[in-house]
Every structure is written in C-alpha cells, then in structure tokens.
C-alpha cells in the first residue's frame, strides 16, 4: 500500500471518477469482482495510473544525469520512477549496473546509443526500456538474480528491444490506440463499452508481441555474449523466473492458480516473459550459438561480485510504503496497522492490500479513500458503490476509538462483509469476500476488523526492512538449515532454493555465497 501521497492519488481517482458522474454500475462491477481476481494477481501486482503519478526529483545528481532528456522525456521518466516507488540509491550497486551496461553497448549492434539505467525502489519483477534508451529494473529483479551474466541477460534482451525499435513501434501503436479510443468515446454512447474497449487496447499494447520477445532473446544472448558473460545466463533466470512465478501464484491462489494471469505494470516481466519449456528451450538454443566447444559455457559469470552488489539491498515491501509481516499488515508512516484473520497470505500493492486464503474462498482488500465530510459512514456503505447491501446489516460502531460503520452485501456467488473506518482525513475500507459468508467466519471478519489500530512513532521508528544478505555457507550447513533463518511469510525452502538458483537436491560447498533474507 502506497504512502499517503500516491494511496490519496488512489482515492483521488476514485473521487474523480464520481464527480464525473461515472456510471455506478462500473465501480460496483470492479468491486464485486474482487475475489474472481484475486487468483490472479500474484502473477501481477496491481499499477498506478502513470498520468496521476508525477512526482518530481530531487535528487541533485539524478537531475544532472538526466539533464540532456528532453522535457516530455524527463516527465515520462518522473512518471515511471514514481509508479514504482522511487529511485533506489545503492552506489556500488550502482556502479556494477554501469560497468555490465557499458560492456553491453560496445558489444551491441549499435555501440553509438546511449542508455540510462535506473533501479526501481520496487519489490516487482519487471525491466523494462523506452525508446530513448532509458532501462529501468527492479530492485526485485535484481535481487532474484544470482550473476552478472544473469544480469546482462536483462539489460541486453531490454537494449535489444531499443536496438530493433520494438519500443518505438509500440509507442507508435499507443498513439494510434489513443486516436482510436477518441473515435469510441464520440462515437458509442455505452460509456461502459467504450471504457472496455479502450481497456483491451491498453492490454494489446501493454508488452511486446511473442515474436518481438523471441527476437529480443536472439539479440540479447548475442550481446551478452560477445561483451564476455556466459550466454546461459538468460536461460538460468528464466528458469528461476518461472519459478517464482508459480511460488508467488500457488502462495495466494492454491488451486485456482491455472486459472489464468493478469497483465498489470508492475510484473510486466513475468507476465510478458513467460518462462515456458518453448522459450527456455530457444534460449538454450541461442547461447549454444556462442558457447564453446561441447556447448559448454566459456563466458563470465562473476557471482561474487554481483552478490557482493546486492548484499544489503532492501527486499520486499519497503516501509516508506507499508509491507507485509506474515498475517500483519504494518504501515509506520501512515500509523496504522491491521492484522488478517488466520489462513490468509497478505500482498501489498500499489493500490492496496490485498489478501486470499489458500483455497480462494475467502478473500480481503484494505484500500483507502475520502467521502464528504458531512455524509456519515453508514450513509457511504449504503450509497450504491456496491451492489447487494442489506440495509438492516449497516450498524455503525467504533474501532479501537475510530469511528467506523459495517455491513454486509451479498452477490450471486459471493457475500462480502464491508467496513469502513475513518483516520484521519480518510476513510479506510476494509472488505471481506467469503463464497459463503457463515457467522463462524463473520465473527472471524469482525475479529480481524478489531486489529485495526494506530501506532505510535515510537513503535513505527523500530521497524526495519527485510534485506538480501550474503552469507558463507558453513560446515554442516543444508539449504533447510540456511532456510530456517530466511524472514519471509511462507515456504523459506522453496524460497531459498529460487533466490539462490539451486534445485531440490542441490549440495551446499562449504565457503561458497548465498542468499538469505533477513532483517
């Protein structure tokens, strides 16, 4: 959940869309939708609307690094690096990026681009590049990665897309969706008709077609191999990528996982690079092209000095932003805090929280936005922004000396139990989807209701963030035992394995680095 400047750009939007007299039937749609798209965004954490996104920089150095972007290009840049929480400032990380990138150029197709590489302060996996040579990845990405030839394996398939101008069809194509987006909202009366088809345009566009991808992965393992990195790398991190995919899936979703994905901003990688047995296969298939005798990889891998960039580097939620500890949701700048009902795994995203049990029958999202101060709390969860409310359920009460209101609201398939809480100048939403609602568990939504509740500066200055560190692996140690020390909500087996690279009979050397997360 985002600090209160982006989470009120949220809500903005959302007020926004009511003063323009939206149809109701549009807001109550995409909320009684939530537990259908729970399943599914785990393979996708929900984005923010770039155009409601601009902060600008101030950092000194970055402005001077950016100084030769033209105006619409910095405002681009601004948008992006905001939507993703910021720029995250690592020197030595920094400094590892720039010397893989510049390797990279002088042995691309094209060493007279220029490119400009930034870290996103974001736990998503996603890279990305814009047509003026812009590179942006995540520090999420970086810290699933186990090499530099891994990492050059990104930033070379990304500068392949600005190499063929992949990333300028693309924004060709938006301008022509734009055009026709404006022909549909003249045209079609159905306000709702003409948002859906202007949303499907936006999906179309959102990645790179298939063979643009595949072409992408040709050039990229060509680049990174000839600048000296081992041409596996790619297919390494797609493997792993497509493992922490299915964790991330399974983690929330259980069986419903198949179901499908979503294609949102912030996991663009993942959803556009599908780690298919097809695509690793062609992978494999390219660096076997520049491998040496045998197929054997001759290039450079230099793990320890990639780990040694990563060691330290703020992993998951960062709590500027409000992050995730098991079934509790801690927000320290904010100053609230909420706890799920048990069996729930919790997912910060940039819009809200959101929350699922293992089966997918119950389900939870915490979000937050503002109503006129002189409509009462009762009075905006029977206004109509959902559908099914019974109107003898609305009570209003009090959460831990917060003001608050409930009710319940029942669908063909769903029954949800609603609260609304007001703190501060906003009023936090915290909804409970149950595909059948019984008073055991509506006495288990209330309860988890009840630990909502501020916290103090003292409390929220103890908090710290998770972090990647580094450590040797000593004698006797398993990848169980080293797994037993990982601060991560669920599965730090299958967790530690992914991070490292490392299969489920893999034997640990004595010496060697690897990854754990802790605080």
Not at 387 to 403: A, C, K, Q, Y
Request: hydrophobic letters at 40%; one cysteine or more.
């Amino acid at each position: 959940m985002v600090p209160d400047k982006r989470m009120r750009q949220t809500a903005s939007g959302m007020r926004g869309a009511a003063r323009q007299a939206v149809p109701a039937r549009r807001v109550r749609r995409a909320v009684m939708a939530l537990p259908l798209l729970l399943p599914l965004w785990l393979l996708g954490c929900a984005g923010i609307d770039l155009d409601q996104a601009s902060v600008p920089l101030t950092s000194a150095s970055a402005a001077a690094e950016f100084a030769d972007m033209s105006p619409a290009q910095r405002r681009e840049h601004e948008r992006l690096v905001a939507s993703y929480g910021g720029a995250y400032d690592d020197p030595e990380l920094k400094a590892l990026i720039q010397q893989v990138v510049e390797r990279l150029v002088a042995a691309s197709e094209r060493p007279d681009l220029k490119y400009r590489v930034t870290v996103l302060n974001s736990p998503a996996i996603n890279a990305f590049a814009l047509p003026d040579g812009s590179l942006y990845v995540t520090r999420g990405l970086l810290a699933l990665a186990n090499d530099t030839s891994e990492l050059s394996s990104v930033l070379a398939h990304e500068m392949a897309h600005v190499i063929a101008r992949h990333a300028t069809i693309r924004e060709d194509q938006v301008k022509q969706a734009v055009l026709v987006s404006r022909v549909i909202s003249d045209v079609v009366n159905d306000p709702d008709l003409g948002a859906l088809a202007m949303q499907k345009s936006r999906r179309t566009l959102a990645s790179f077609s298939r063979g643009q991808e595949l072409e992408a992965d040709a050039i990229g393992v060509g680049i990174a191999a000839r600048a000296g990195f081992d041409p596996y790398g790619a297919t390494r991190f797609l493997g792993d990528m497509g493992r922490y995919a299915e964790l991330k899936s399974t983690a929330f979703s259980g069986q419903n996982a198949s179901q499908g994905a979503s294609t949102t901003p912030d996991m663009d990688f993942l959803s556009s690079h599908p780690a298919t047995p097809e695509r690793i296969s062609i992978a494999i298939a390219n660096a076997r092209q520049y491998a040496g005798a045998g197929g054997q990889a001759d290039g450079e891998r230099d793990r320890s000095a990639y780990l040694s960039a990563i060691n330290g580097m703020v992993y998951g939620d960062d709590p500027k932003e409000g992050f995730v500890r098991g079934r509790k949701f801690f927000h320290p700048k904010l100053g609230f805090t909420f706890t799920a009902p048990d069996g729930f795994s919790l997912e910060n995203t940039s819009q809200a929280v959101l929350g699922a049990t293992q089966t997918g029958r119950e389900a939870l999202r915490l979000d937050a936005v503002r109503i006129a101060t002189d409509q009462s709390l009762a009075q905006y969860l029977s206004s109509g922004w959902i559908d099914g409310v019974e109107i003898n359920t609305v009570e209003t009460l009090t959460v831990n000396g917060f003001s608050a209101a409930t009710a319940v609201a029942r669908g063909d398939q769903w029954s949800f139990r609603m609260f609304a809480i007001r703190f501060g100048t906003d009023v936090y939403r915290l909804i409970f989807a149950a595909r059948e609602l019984t008073p055991e568990l509506d006495k288990q939504f209330r309860a988890a209701a009840d630990t909502f509740r501020r916290v103090s500066s003292g409390e929220a200055e103890t908090v710290k963030p998770l972090r990647v560190r580094i450590v040797q692996v000593g004698l006797g140690d398993t990848p169980e035992k080293l797994a037993s020390r990982m601060q991560v909500p669920d599965r730090p087996g299958e967790r530690f394995l992914i991070l490292n690279g490392l299969d489920a009979n893999a034997k640990l050397k004595y010496g060697e680095k690897v990854k754990i997360i802790a605080d």
